[in-house]
């Protein structure tokens, strides 16, 4: 049998581990339960790409791991598409928007006894849409096994491991929130705090609340610099990342100021997800 994307999130050893969104807390055994109750729908449906509403809720979260465990492609719409950007979206996607409706019935809870569907790591995982700052943007198909690959490099190249705690407040529609913010935790059997609004008071709250790495663009750590109560609450991290953007120098030396932390770049294409990243042990 191939291995999971998520083999994390299905080993029974990790069913305590947290997720929390904004103020939704589940525990790995409820979100399987919710997700497999997803996959059983898509499943008797027969479907093999959905489009999902990529709000920064647990129920995308749920929606998006349903369709992952059922093997069906996912299409995520950025929650702040317009509606012509919206509708090209489908349009050239060939899918519909998945409801909570089509789902049939509400898990109370529990682990559930799942067994994930034999699908080839070729098969397709997102078909993600470019910024379209050239044109029209563009859908780009991503392999499982590309996912898979991009993250077990990142995983050795940051040390990121089952023991840790990600948080950010990223959007859920593209790689870095998405691929790497989501999937990352749920692949290596880690917990996830994704904060809402990612404001620096959010981040310092997550620091508190044991989260070891953070992942943000420059915005957001350029405005975490500027409050220095609250990036002094992130010296108990072990990783801080940018990524998106080059993150300025200003920025890069005030945050090691204020947290003792180095902060880690990476870089990366929808096309390619992530293709160079600073390793944790290594010279930033």
């Known amino acids: 049998m191939t291995e999971p994307l998520l083999r994390g999130l299905l080993d029974p050893a990790r069913a305590d581990t947290l997720v929390r969104v904004a103020d939704t807390t589940l525990r790995y055994a409820?979100?399987?339960?919710?997700?497999?109750?997803?996959?059983?729908?898509?499943?008797?449906?027969?479907?093999?790409?959905?489009?999902?509403?990529?709000?920064?809720?647990?129920?995308?979260?749920?929606?998006?791991?349903?369709?992952?465990?059922?093997?069906v492609e996912v299409v995520p719409i950025p929650a702040d598409a317009g509606p012509g950007e919206r509708a090209h979206i489908l349009r050239d996607s060939g899918s519909v928007v998945w409801t909570r409706a089509m789902a049939t019935s509400d898990a109370k809870g529990g682990r559930a006894a799942y067994r994930p569907a034999e699908i080839s790591p070729t098969a397709g995982a997102f078909v993600l849409y470019t910024s379209g700052t050239t044109g029209l943007p563009k859908g780009v198909r991503l392999s499982r096994r590309a996912v898979a690959a991009g993250l077990d490099a990142l995983?050795?190249?940051?040390?990121?491991?089952?023991?840790?705690?990600?948080?950010?407040?990223?959007?859920?529609?593209?790689?870095?929130?998405?691929?790497?913010?989501?999937?990352?935790?749920?692949?290596?059997?880690?917990?996830?705090?994704?904060?809402?609004?990612?404001?620096?008071?959010?981040?310092?709250?997550?620091?508190?609340?044991?989260?070891?790495?953070f992942f943000a663009v420059p915005t957001i750590w350029s405005?975490?610099?500027?409050?220095?109560?609250?990036?002094?609450?992130?010296?108990?991290?072990?990783?801080?990342?940018?990524?998106?953007?080059?993150?300025?120098?200003?920025?890069?030396?005030?945050l090691r100021e204020l947290t003792g932390h180095e902060v880690c770049e990476r870089y990366g294409m929808t096309e390619t997800l992530i293709t160079v990243a600073t390793r944790a042990d290594g010279v930033r």
């Open 30 to 71: 409820a979100l399987l339960t919710l997700a497999t109750q997803v996959a059983e729908a898509m499943t008797r449906m027969s479907l093999s790409r959905i489009a999902i509403e990529a709000t920064p809720t647990m129920d995308t979260v749920i929606d998006i791991v349903g369709a992952l465990l059922a093997g």
């Open 223 to 254: 405005r975490v610099a500027a409050e220095p109560e609250s990036a002094a609450a992130l010296r108990t991290a072990r990783l801080l990342v940018s990524g998106s953007a080059a993150l300025p120098v200003p920025v890069f030396q005030r």
């Open 155 to 213: 995983a050795e190249a940051w040390a990121w491991t089952a023991d840790d705690v990600l948080a950010h407040g990223l959007p859920l529609f593209h790689v870095h929130g998405l691929v790497l913010g989501v999937l990352g935790p749920l692949r290596l059997g880690g917990g996830l705090r994704h904060v809402g609004r990612p404001t620096p008071e959010a981040y310092a709250a997550a620091a508190r609340d044991g989260a070891t790495m």
